[in-house]
């Protein structure tokens, strides 16, 4: 029995130090394949990594981050240094920027910097930690100031990048200018996604925020309090679809000393084909990509153009033809004066072989209805919004009951009827 547990002790001896060296190897391995999933999976920030050293206990390597904004197409190089401890089961990754950082984001946190650290498991989890360093930065010829807490954020990736929950937490910040002062209080994100195929992933997430607090020259000072957006996708019909909703709430709404609320706005998506909606979100990334190339004069950029724009329409044409909804089934926005309440949904039926082979266009089959209602002493009270009611009362659109305005509308046939009159709409798509 004896030799039995030195045998023992002796192979996890053994193993104990044997296993830091092929941590080391599995964590360069799944860091290249990182950097190839980042690289391949979108055409705005890309991964350079060169000079990868390991050793037993620890390694280092260089690299380069390169932004590309799609608006401006500036592009932006930061040069980066990690350090990686090696573990037993893992590793530890530290990241610190070399140069390439904008001056004046380096003269936000001229002692402590913000740190980047990526923790490894041989199983393929990871948890990725970002820490933001309170800043404080007043500039004396301007008189502007910017005061930020500091921030936290985190990653936790499991089944090999398949699934991920992700929090944030940033307590506040204060911007203080001759023209304009914001204040936020206590933001939070918490998200969990789950992939499912293609370009799709569901989950659920909220985000919240206790206030924020807006004052411009002369006016009076706008605050919101307890913002919140819960938001939850799922799969149905056995992954072959799936389903979305996200409602967003205020507390309340403060000016000129008077406060109201709750406000309360729902957006749904139900019914929307995994494999289309996949193919639609890959041809308007390359439809991005393409148009960024083709401001160079490209003849190549100007066809991917083409073909993207095909590939867009197609997949809108399969997304409608097989059933989708989508809308707002509720918004109830409470003012001074009253409550402005209304919904608006759009559908597109399911159709038979026979009926999408016919198919020329997602609009000529798509139906739906709104309804608006509020105060009429919103309209009297505010002259701007009144000038936009005025021709919508005149022509019958907008119809008075009581001390309230009302819109009821439907859409059919490529037309929208509005409390009787009829409005052609173009083919749009």
């Avoid at 009253?338 to 266009?361: A, I, K």
Wanted: cysteine-free; hydrophobic content about 40%.
């Amino acid at each position: 029995m004896k030799k039995t547990w030195m045998m023992v002790g002796g192979v996890v001896l053994v193993v104990g130090a044997v296993a830091p060296w092929g941590v080391g190897l599995v964590t360069e391995t799944q860091w290249q394949e990182v950097t190839t999933e980042v690289n391949s999976a979108q055409p705005f920030v890309r991964l350079e990594t060169r000079d990868y050293r390991r050793g037993y206990l620890s390694a280092r390597f260089e690299g380069t981050v390169t932004f590309e904004d799609p608006a401006s197409e500036d592009v932006h190089q930061i040069e980066y240094e990690a350090r990686v401890s090696h573990g037993i089961t893992g590793s530890l990754l530290d990241f610190a920027p070399i140069s390439g950082v904008p001056a004046e984001a380096a003269d936000l946190f001229p002692d402590e910097k913000p740190r980047l650290t990526l923790e490894t498991r041989l199983w393929g989890t990871a948890i990725a930690e970002l820490t933001v360093p309170a800043l404080s930065v007043t500039n004396d010829n301007t008189g502007e100031s910017l005061n930020m807490s500091g921030g936290f954020g985190r990653i936790d990736i499991g089944s090999n990048g398949t699934e991920a929950d992700i929090v944030m937490v940033w307590p506040g910040m204060m911007l203080d200018t001759p023209d304009l002062q914001v204040q936020l209080k206590d933001f939070q994100l918490e998200q969990t996604l789950h992939y499912l195929r293609g370009e799709v992933w569901t989950g659920e997430g909220e985000a919240g925020l206790q206030s924020m607090e807006l004052a411009s020259g002369d006016q009076a000072p706008l605050r919101m309090e307890g913002f919140r957006m819960v938001s939850k996708t799922w799969p149905t019909d056995n992954d072959r679809r799936v389903n979305s909703e996200t409602v967003a709430t205020l507390d309340s709404l403060t000016s000129d000393g008077e406060s109201f609320g709750p406000q309360r706005v729902e957006f749904v998506m139900n019914g929307l084909n995994v494999d289309s909606w996949s193919e639609l979100t890959s041809a308007m990334t390359d439809l991005q990509v393409a148009a960024l190339d083709n401001q160079a004069g490209s003849p190549a950029a100007f066809e991917q153009q083409m073909a993207s724009m095909n590939q867009i329409s197609g997949a809108l044409l399969d997304l409608a033809a097989d059933g989708v909804s989508f809308g707002f089934p509720d918004i109830s926005l409470v003012t001074p004066e009253g409550e402005v309440n209304g919904e608006l949904m759009v559908e597109h039926p399911t159709l038979s072989d026979e009926e999408r082979s016919q198919m020329l266009m997602v609009m000529q089959r798509l139906t739906g209805h709104m309804k608006l209602s509020l105060p009429l002493a919103l309209a009297e009270n505010h002259p701007d919004l009144m000038m936009q009611l005025a021709p919508l009362i005149k022509e019958g659109m907008m119809t008075r009951n009581g001390d309230r305005l009302a819109m009821s509308a439907q859409l059919k046939d490529l037309a929208v009827d509005v409390n009787g009159t009829v409005i052609p709409l173009p083919p749009l798509f």
